[in-house]
């Protein structure tokens, strides 16, 4: 007990206190998140949309994040993090609030677009600040802890947003627009502008003519498509497979649920001391392949086994521990590849990375489980993380020394 005890202590020690500021931002800022998990069903239950056209929707949401984290890492080298995080969380704020009150559909589809693309720029913005702030030593800790709060904001949002949906869907837009503003506010006061960013502006300026650009950087670019990949196969978690526990193994959403906030606990609960652990032990892109072939064991597993909730809660057992070893060090990653004037663009081809594979998952995932099989889509699942794994392995063979990259 005592030596966990320290490991614990030592997980969460060592980190910056604008580290933990930031955390505490997105953490006001994720406790809001409530309309996009409910916006198929605003659409087709209030507005009587068909699922059709609240697909598009969804669709045009995912457009429009791909878009903002483009701009967003480009405004983010240009006129630095501070200002773009402020833009987008207040700016974001009060698109909520407007979009609660669009009922036209053209409208609303090009609400969502307009709101997707101003609040998504906050992510490259966002996790260049976690760069800025921490140590090149705890630098992944300090992105596992801002994971952390992303969770728990999740677990949050989503319980309050499923109360206040039950209640006055009008709700869901006021609440998550105005936790933005409050993240904003927060923002503002915990962490005013860093001394000496104008200069360091106008110094990463004089580089950027020099330095390598993320989207000629060949290897990077690797990274990302082995990224859409595996986040193609990830995001089956939230999209597909509770359909299957419903319709294959008879879950209802009672236990469909308990499932899902299991991962957020065990994430909570102990990913920062497997983050410490292992962070200094070897290159991250090592870690990150065992990850992603655990999450394709996950979703194999209903390949081979029989039984309902025991078998699901053993595939969610294994897919979060893939999930502890992928994403906090994909992070270390492209964080390594990257240097102070060129930095936003590396974040925003990782974010636009997810946006993509935020698309893909649903529709692709879908055509595949209702024209052939869960099975089928299952394997398939399989068989692209095995593949994203193996160029993960070729990647960190092939690396160059990351730290000199662009010098």
Known sequence: MPSLVSSYKAAYSGLSRQTWFLSLVILINRSGTMVVPFMTMYATQKLHYSIVEAGMIMALFGAGSIVGAFIGGKLTDAIGFYKIQLFALSGGGLMFIVLGYLQSYVLLCCGTFVLSLINESFRPAHSTAIAFYSKPENRTRSYSLNRLAINLGWAFGGALGGFLASYNYHLLFWVDGLTNIAAAVMLSIVLPVPPGLQSTLAKNKTK???GISAYRDKQYLFFIFLTILFAFCFFQMFTILPVFLKQKLALNERLI????AINGLII????????????AKAQP?????????????SYEVFNFLTGEFALALFSMVIITFGEMLSMPFMNSYWISRSQDHNRGQYAALYTMAWGTAQIAAPSVGGFIAARYSF???WWIVFVITLAAGVGYHQLALLCAPIKKLGE
């Open 268 to 279: 909570a609960a102990i990913e920062m001391v497997v983050v410490f652990k292992l962070e």
């Open 285 to 297: 892109l090592k870690f990150i392949k065992f990850g992603v072939w655990m999450v394709g064991l």
């Open 375 to 377: 099975n089928t889509l």
């Open 257 to 260: 649920g308990v499932l899902m």
């Open 208 to 210: 950027a003519s020099d």
